[in-house]
């Protein structure tokens, strides 16, 4: 993997996968939980993360079975999978953090900082 940051979908997946390995019914239902029902994965946009990311060395197939006629297969993390989650969501604390340092919202009474300047602007 290269070090630019990851986007919301796979980041939502590697997520999704950090604390149990899970099929692809489960992830999608994962991932919108994460999100709180921002992001909905489609099938086919699922699968073919998955496929990238098992290219990637990221996920691997944990098992498969066959469920009412059907192969399911159960995806985990590596360790490689590990160490990009926990590297992306070093990077993303680092940038909130600063974010936040910036609008001031570490300090008590700033919340209400950008209503005070919209009201100035009103005047």
Sequence with gaps: MTERSL???TLLLLTALADAPRHGYALIE???AISGGRVRLRAGTLYGALDRLLGQGVVRVEREEVV???LRRTYALTDAGYTLLAAEAD???TTAHEAVRRIGLARPGAVARPAQAERAREG
Excluded: D, F, K, M
């Design 7 to 9: 986007q919301e979908p």
């Design 30 to 32: 994962e991932v919108a």
């Design 68 to 70: 009412e006629g059907r």
């Design 91 to 93: 990077r993303l604390r």
